[in-house]
Nanobody
Framework: QVFLVESGGGLVQAGESLKVSCQAS???????????VGWFRQAPGKEREFVAA????????RYTNSVKGRFTISRDDDKNTVYLQMNSLKPEDTAVYFC?????????????WGQGTQVTVSS
């Protein structure tokens, strides 16, 4: 069982940056390092969408087109923590951001989900 807790959300102006974090508990670092982790988001009135993912050992990353070049996903496996650095934020990035994890890698299927952290970008 993996428990995920997001933090770092908040209110920023368009063009600014924000870094959200996800702390995983359950497996020790030596095990968590084998998990793929990622981020989804859900804006008001819209379906949840994939944002970014990073495979075990940080060997491969994937992003949805709308955030490429602006967002960076990273992980610190010694701390069981995943980050999403968001630059040049736009009002359309406003959403609840969810951290996800799975022992397998499938961008569309994730076993473990956090509760989410709100990111609001004002124009």
């Amino acid at each position: 069982q993996v428990f995920l807790v997001e933090s770092g959300g908040g209110l920023v102006q368009a063009g600014e940056s924000l870094k959200v974090s996800c702390q995983a508990s359950g497996p020790p670092p030596a095990v968590f390092i084998r998990y793929s982790v990622g981020w989804f988001r859900q804006a008001p009135g819209k379906e949840r969408e994939f944002v970014a993912a990073i495979r075990m050992h940080g060997r491969h990353t994937r992003y949805t087109n709308s955030v490429k070049g602006r967002f960076t996903i990273s992980r610190d496996d010694d701390k069981n923590t995943v980050y999403l650095q968001m630059n040049s934020l736009k009002p359309e990035d406003t959403a609840v951001y969810f951290c996800v994890a799975d022992e397998r890698y499938n961008p569309n299927e994730w076993t473990y989900w956090g509760q989410g952290t709100q990111v609001t970008v004002s124009s």
